[in-house]
């Protein structure tokens, strides 16, 4: 399997048919998500951008950063968007026992307290089963995603990273972005384009508020 997915493969989402990987609804609603903040001027300048539009999203935030940046973090929820789990530390699951990472998402639910959130999103994509069960035990919504624009990746082009976001959406899907550093030259070129493409088409960016799994 590719480091990453730009549609996710139909067997794949069976086999996990546990994960949250879209939301089909008949309204034709997507999901915007972001990745990795908050992120001082980056993630204020996304926020800026879906206002353009009254585009609403989720961001999947790490504890750190809410730490680091509370200010930041405030502005997200004040805009009416909704917040999930990121773990506190960007911990990789496939890496780190399953004791130490609920650890660590534990905390990452100790920033987040006030949005009393139940959506989780691990990190790379990359999660044991003996995580999965115990976040699910908890009460959590493990939040993946049907298309993945790529922004993260340093030798795709901007254009590309908008060529994988208008070719695959559709009504339901979940789309991830990152407000990061690191995908900000992406991120930059390709959410505006995308925010006025989609608003031509007539989808609606909305934020999850709940996500029901299905088999």
Same mark, same amino acid.
């Given at each position: 399997?590719?480091?990453?997915?730009?549609?996710?493969?139909?067997?794949?989402?069976?086999?996990?048919?546990?994960?949250?990987?879209?939301?089909?609804?008949?309204?034709?609603?997507?999901?915007?998500?972001?990745?990795?903040?908050?992120?001082?001027?980056?993630?204020?300048?996304?926020?800026?951008?879906?206002?353009?539009?009254?585009?609403?999203?989720?961001? /999947?935030?790490?504890?750190?950063?809410? %730490? *680091?940046?509370? !200010?930041?973090?405030? +502005?997200? #929820?004040?805009? &009416?968007?909704? @917040?999930?789990?990121?773990?506190?530390?960007?911990?990789?699951?496939?890496?780190?026992?399953?004791?130490?990472?609920?650890?660590?998402?534990?905390?990452?639910?100790?920033?987040?307290?006030?949005?009393?959130?139940?959506?989780?999103?691990?990190?790379?994509?990359?999660?044991?089963?003996?995580?999965?069960?115990?976040?699910?035990?908890?009460?959590?919504?493990?939040?993946?995603?049907?298309?993945?624009?790529?922004? /993260?990746?340093?030798?795709?082009?901007? %254009? *590309?990273?908008? !060529?994988?976001?208008? +070719?695959? #959406?559709?009504? &339901?899907?979940? @789309?991830?972005?990152?407000?990061?550093?690191?995908?900000?030259?992406?991120?930059?070129?390709?959410?505006?384009?995308?925010?006025?493409?989609?608003?031509?088409?007539?989808?609606?960016?909305?934020?999850?508020?709940?996500?029901?799994?299905?088999?």
């Amino acid at each position: 399997m590719s480091c990453y997915w730009v549609k996710t493969n139909i067997l794949v989402k069976k086999l996990f048919s546990h994960y949250v990987w879209a939301i089909p609804n008949t309204e034709n609603k997507i999901y915007l998500t972001f990745d990795d903040g908050p992120t001082p001027k980056i993630t204020e300048w996304v926020l800026q951008e879906l206002k353009k539009y009254n585009a609403k999203a989720t961001f /999947f935030c790490i504890g750190n950063n809410i %730490e *680091k940046h509370p !200010e930041i973090f405030e +502005k997200i #929820v004040s805009n &009416g968007h909704s @917040i999930g789990n990121h773990t506190f530390n960007h911990w990789n699951g496939w890496k780190t026992s399953t004791e130490d990472y609920l650890e660590n998402v534990a905390l990452g639910e100790i920033a987040i307290s006030n949005s009393k959130s139940t959506f989780f999103r691990p990190p790379y994509g990359k999660i044991k089963a003996s995580q999965v069960k115990k976040l699910r035990q908890l009460g959590y919504q493990i939040i993946l995603w049907d298309v993945l624009s790529g922004d /993260f990746d340093t030798q795709i082009s901007p %254009e *590309k990273c908008l !060529e994988n976001v208008l +070719k695959n #959406v559709k009504s &339901g899907s979940i @789309i991830v972005f990152h407000d990061s550093v690191k995908a900000f030259p992406n991120l930059e070129y390709t959410l505006p384009k995308a925010l006025q493409y989609w608003t031509k088409k007539g989808f609606v960016c909305d934020a999850i508020k709940y996500a029901r799994e299905r088999g």
